[in-house]
């Protein structure tokens, strides 16, 4: 049985509406991204799949529960973490974790036995005494997810769970959501940054202006949607070099100063470029980033 | 607003957890805390009850200083709860969103609001504690039906904590709550026969007193503290309840529409 099943779910604010008949399942030990510009309706999504809000019309099962009816219920076995962290700045980070987990009605014992391996875990371990306020960004980030795991659930919501990190802090995130999938739990998260995407999830839903637009693994969006060779021209002369050339690509895009050229087979083309001095160009596979750019356009979101 | 902004609350008993998350941030500053709670009636209670006093003499048949302390009682416990559900249940509605990581657990908005509502009620309880113990202390009533005030302080207290909640729910920043204490406290404390007897007041006056929970208050406060037994003691306390009853429903209605759409 899915843990999470999403049937035609819709909502609007003010007329507008944000989600616009999503449907998704979400199979037990799977990371699932949601992935989608700003705005895409990915957030208000999993406020609709954790009950914090009623849809207008669709439907949501969680855990065998109907949300939003049960949804209090069903949250005792979900660990959610926030995109804006909201820890508690009156307690250390040990307290936070204690105080959070009585939230689920665990008792004391048991959640004094869980805190250093979810500290350790999010590599805290000796931070248990440390005010919340001199936690670096990161720390904060990991602190929320272990947070989310205080109640050991089936089911994890990450909404954004590395936006505003550097890259070292991103990538202890990764290895941390691996190895939880590795344990079994299943994630559903929410980003707009492919490389994330594309590392962390089995599956993934591109989203935009409320809708699902495709669904798959990562291969598999790359083959359905782009030719498998990008090759980027830039430099003096690329508008000249593409008039003459181009066609040569099955599909090509101007963008900037960079002209993106797509094919199956990618070297007539940069048989042209040899005697271009003033050229330059990068010839790589296609990756998730052409897809979601393909699907989603070019143009810049609020 | 939703038709379902209007059903009726839903309690789960994991609402105590959060109860008990506001008691451990209060126990870390409790020293100050209780401090502030005795200081300010104390000082109101000295210098008002000996300084005014003097020139007042008897009121009602009491020292001037005593009918204060029943007066005190109810301004202070309101006071306690009020600046409770106004200015630190917005910091964790609005600031911290520590509400939203509840409402994460399996608790939802209706659990979060009567956490609020009992702990600012709480408070009031500490403070009406703590002035109780003034009012012994300076052998100002030996009654032991002063003891009554302790649960009173609790009943003033989630009363004003209700309304107080009402307010968070529509405060869109911390200055809008000096609109309250403008337009509600502040009236209440000159008008409800905190200071001097409401009989004082012109006719119309007396009719709006009458209808202020404050002023219920202070009629059950008032003899409790003379050592004699209120007079239609039920109908005040009913009438406490009950603005307890509709605060708290307004509370959770417009914080349903604030924060769950």
Redesign the interface.
């Known amino acids: 049985m899915p843990l999470l099943e999403v049937h035609e779910l819709r909502k609007s ?1 003010t007329g507008e509406e944000v989600v616009r008949g999503i449907g998704l399942q979400l199979e037990a030990g799977e990371c699932y991204g949601l992935l989608g510009p700003n705005g895409a309706g990915k957030t208000t999504t999993l406020r609709l799949c ?1 009950g ?3 849809p207008d019309s669709g439907t949501v099962n969680l855990l065998g529960l109907p949300i939003p009816r049960a ?6 076995r ?1 660990g ?1 973490v ?1 995109q ?1 962290d ?6 250390t980070v040990f ?1 936070n974790l204690l ?2 987990g ?4 665990e008792t004391d014992a048991i959640l004094r036995g869980r805190i250093p391996d979810l500290l350790d875990f999010a590599g805290l371990g000796n931070r248990g005494k440390s005010k919340i306020q001199a936690l670096s960004g990161g720390m904060k980030r990991r602190l929320s997810l272990a947070r989310a795991l205080i ?1 050991d659930p089936d089911l994890l919501f990450l909404d954004e769970p590395t936006t505003g990190l550097d890259p070292q802090a991103r990538h202890l995130i990764w290895d941390r959501l691996r190895r939880l999938v590795a344990q079994g739990k299943t994630i559903l998260l929410t980003t707009h940054f492919m490389d994330e995407a594309e590392r962390l999830c089995q599956r993934l839903s591109i989203m935009d202006h409320g809708r699902i637009i495709s669904t798959g693994t990562p291969r598999e969006l790359i083959s359905r949607h782009i030719e498998p060779e990008v090759l980027e021209v830039y430099g003096e002369g690329v508008e000249d070099w593409a008039q003459q050339h181009a066609a040569l690509a099955e599909r090509s895009e101007h963008t900037g100063e960079t002209m993106f050229c797509y094919s199956h087979h990618a070297a007539p083309l940069i048989a042209t470029l040899e005697n271009r001095p003033t050229l330059r160009f990068l010839h790589r596979p296609a990756n998730l980033e052409d897809v979601f750019l393909k699907l989603t356009g070019r143009d810049l979101r609020d | 607003m939703r038709a379902k902004d209007f059903r009726p609350p839903v309690l789960s008993l994991r609402f105590g957890h959060v109860w008990r998350r506001n008691f451990l941030v209060w126990r870390k500053l409790a020293i100050p805390s209780m401090l502030g709670n005795l200081a300010d009636p104390m000082l109101y209670m000295l210098g008002l009850g000996y300084g005014l006093g003097a020139f007042v003499g008897e009121v009602g048949g009491v020292p001037y200083i005593t009918f204060l302390a029943a007066g005190t009682v109810c301004y202070s416990t309101m006071n306690t709860a009020t600046f409770e559900a106004l200015y630190s249940a917005f910091s964790r509605m609005h600031v911290q969103k520590t509400w939203d990581a509840i409402m994460n657990a399996p608790l939802n908005l209706d659990d979060v609001i009567a956490a609020e509502a009992v702990w600012a009620a709480s408070k009031s309880f500490l403070s009406g504690c703590a002035i109780l113990i003034i009012i012994w202390a300076l052998g100002l009533s030996h009654s032991p039906l002063t003891l009554w005030i302790v649960p009173l302080a609790f009943l003033i207290g989630l009363t004003f904590a209700c309304l107080g909640l009402v307010m968070n729910s529509m405060a869109p920043s911390y200055d809008f709550f000096l609109y309250y204490f403008t337009l509600v406290i502040t009236p209440m404390v000159l008008l409800c026969g905190v200071f001097f007897p409401t009989d004082q007041l012109p006719a119309p006056l007396q009719l709006f007193s009458s209808i202020l929970p404050l002023t219920h208050a202070v009629q059950l406060a008032r003899p409790l503290v003379m050592g004699a037994v209120p007079a239609q003691a039920l109908i005040h306390v009913l009438v406490l309840l009950a603005y307890a009853a509709a605060g708290f429903y307004a509370a959770l209605v417009l914080t349903r529409r604030r924060l769950l759409t």
């Open positions: 604010y954790l914090l809000t009623d949804a209090r219920e069903a949250r005792i979900i959610v926030p804006l909201n820890l508690d700045p009156d307690f307290e105080v959070y009585r939230y689920f009605g109640n």
